[in-house]
């Protein structure tokens, strides 16, 4: 699959009044000597004497001139015949020619070019001014044919890659997109200077000159003496390698391309990133999202031209991966849309990937597809970024989900949780970890296990009864807490019932006393009309709240209605009317993880997990990792 991204050949073929030429390809091995070979070898190859020659079928005779692939190029064509077939008529220019022989896929754009307009010397004064009634005031002298001739004379360009013809629709899309834009840049140089019509004259007269020579050499020849043929031989060969071209024309145009299967792959081997999937990536793209730069700052300047790179440098100035987009475009003085394309350009450009910023509540695992076999080449490269560390005992803390703030405590130096924090980076740049995100799924109790539902719910109260004091007990001897900074903790209903019935008997007695001690009857009065008063209040208070919720439910159906009243924090209005707002705007379908949820609600992580813990009988939670983001790299 890795080798259907590179291309076979690159091919230029130049047409115009004259007739059609091939006038370079790359690469330029002599065609004759391979079919040579090959006859040689079949009359070598040894013959079975019973063996029968099948000569009625002869649609079905092979032929020695068709497409093969040796050593991944081009073979079995000669020039005359490719220049014919990309020869294309004006009906079929400025558009996808996409072409399938045999094995080979054939993809191009043909452009039509004007050749330079030649003006007469007297061309200035052909130029007339219109009058005030739009008729021309002096009307200039009719041009020669000879110069409306050459206005009129067209050349016809194409630059043909040859791909494998198992390549798929993406990548076919790519070279198209490559062909195209060679074209128009080629278009724009001949219209300034001319460069197209002399870079062609001079590789025309190379072919006539070296005819008696070996094309093989003719082509290098061509490749030394123009610029043109250097520009396609250094794209091929970036294609190759890298997939990233940075190429300038005439000393003066640069052309930038980026090829996404094979440029994501210096990064993770093996992945196939097509566009699609990058743009599918980069629509999910949101505020608290951040970027992880995969290349050094001196790298990024080749993914953008000359007027872009202002911006880009000030977004570079803003850049750290502990913070969000929507912090570096405020600190680089940039509006979000503009933060948002540069992050996509990076990422498409394989400069950056998207990450959630780094904090202590977030949790790693191994990625399964990681390269850390003993002899992998990340082993040392870890052990060079960091002296003395060793990348399997490092990345053993994530065998199991496990968040940055397990792995530190309040008596580590800075420096040593800076450290972590750059090995974990490390780790994000080459994949070996993945982040994993919590996700809350809507799921009540049937009536039918309505019962055992109440029943285990007592039983989970009466066990954190039990475990109340061991656990108290456990967080004196505890010196850090840091490991469950992240967790709710439990609050027994069996203990806040306790607490009511204390402060309930403490009520009756007080007002037992008061109704005993001697007073005047001025104070007794009065203290008979407070407690009435108060009495009022909370009922009045208890009305309104069983008021509020019976409309909060009014939101879900029967069942889900009577398994959300068996759960105690129901009968708080403001945890209730949180669930319910959380449930209404669809975060509870698996859809949204909390981080998502915390920052289009606006709400801390400690209040979030305390919510789902209270309803912990009707929604459920996992742990996965952010499909929009983890999409980019588990196609393969």
């Not at 250097?230 to 091929?236: D, V």
């Not at 399964?368 to 003993?374: I, K, M, R, S, Y």
């Not at 039918?448 to 967080?475: N, W």
């Not at 309803?615 to 196609?635: G, H, K, Q, W």
Request: aromatic share 6%; proline share 5%; with cysteine.
């Amino acid at each position: 699959m890795e080798a259907n991204v590179n291309p076979l050949a690159v091919i230029l073929v130049y047409f115009d009044s004259k007739g059609d030429r091939l006038l370079y390809r790359y690469p330029y091995q002599t065609l004759g000597q391979t079919e040579v070979a090959t006859e040689e070898q079949r009359k070598s190859r040894k013959r079975n004497p019973y063996a029968a020659a099948n000569t009625d079928d002869l649609l079905q005779t092979p032929t020695h001139i068709s497409a093969a692939k040796s050593q991944g190029q081009l073979q079995g064509f000669a020039d005359d015949v490719l220049s014919a077939l990309f020869a294309v008529k004006p009906q079929l220019c400025n558009q996808k020619f996409e072409l399938k022989l045999n094995d080979v896929r054939f993809v191009s754009h043909p452009t039509l070019i004007p050749h330079k307009e030649q003006r007469p010397s007297n061309a200035s004064s052909s130029i007339s001014l219109p009058s005030a009634g739009g008729v021309t005031a002096n009307p200039a002298p009719a041009a020669p044919s000879s110069v409306l001739a050459v206005k009129k004379q067209q050349m016809l360009i194409n630059i043909v890659f040859a791909l494998h013809a198992q390549a798929s629709y993406s990548i076919v899309k790519c070279y198209h997109e490559l062909s195209k834009r060679l074209g128009l840049a080629l278009k724009f140089e001949e219209q300034r200077s001319g460069y197209l019509t002399e870079q062609t004259a001079h590789m025309a007269r190379t072919h006539d000159e070296q005819q008696q020579q070996p094309l093989e050499r003719t082509l290098e020849l061509i490749a030394e003496r123009c610029s043109l043929a250097q520009a396609l031989k250094s794209i091929f060969h970036d294609l190759c390698t890298t997939g990233l071209l940075s190429t300038s024309l005439n000393q003066n145009l640069t052309l930038c391309f980026c090829l996404p299967a094979k440029a994501h792959q210096l990064h993770k081997k093996g992945s196939m990133v097509d566009p699609e999937t990058i743009d599918r990536c980069l629509r999910a793209l949101k505020p608290y999202h951040g970027m992880l730069l995969l290349v050094d700052f001196a790298e990024l300047l080749d993914c953008v031209p000359p007027t872009g790179a202002r911006m880009l440098w000030q977004l570079v100035d803003a850049y750290n991966p502990l913070i969000s987009l929507q912090s570096m475009a405020s600190n680089a003085d940039l509006s979000i849309e503009h933060v948002y394309k540069l992050v996509s350009h990076l990422v498409y450009w394989a400069k950056a990937t998207i990450i959630y910023p780094l904090c202590e509540t977030n949790v790693y695992v191994i990625a399964p597809d990681a390269p850390l076999h003993t002899k992998s080449h990340l082993v040392e490269k870890f052990s060079t970024r960091f002296a003395g560390m060793s990348l399997f005992e490092v990345i053993s803390d994530f065998s199991l989900p496990t968040s940055i703030g397990h792995l530190t405590t309040p008596l580590q130096q800075p420096a040593r949780q800076g450290i972590l924090a750059q090995m974990v980076l490390w780790m994000l740049q080459h994949h070996l970890l993945m982040q994993l995100h919590t996700y809350v799924q809507f799921m009540p109790s049937e009536d039918e296990f309505g019962d055992s539902a109440s029943c285990g719910h007592q039983l989970r109260g009466a066990s954190d009864d039990e475990g109340d004091q061991d656990a108290d007990q456990d967080e004196l001897h505890d010196g850090s807490m840091l490991s469950m900074s992240s967790q709710p903790l439990p609050v027994p209903v069996a203990s806040i019932n306790h607490r009511r019935d204390v402060s309930e008997d403490h009520s009756s007695l007080a007002s037992d006393n008061i109704a005993v001690q001697p007073s005047s009857s001025h104070k007794s009065n009065f203290s008979m009309t407070a407690s009435l008063s108060t009495e009022n209040c909370d009922s009045i208070d208890s009305m309104e709240d069983e008021q509020k919720l019976k409309e909060l439910l009014q939101v879900f159906n029967d069942a889900d209605r009577a398994a959300i009243r068996r759960i105690p924090a129901s009968l708080n209005v403001d945890d209730l009317a949180l669930l319910v707002k959380l449930y209404q705007m669809g975060y509870f379908k698996s859809e949204h993880h909390l981080e998502e949820i915390m920052y289009f609600e606006n709400l801390r992580r400690s209040q979030l997990l305390q919510l789902l813990d209270k309803f912990r009988d009707v929604l459920i939670i996992y742990e996965t990792e952010d499909p929009a983001i983890a999409s980019m790299y588990n196609n393969k």
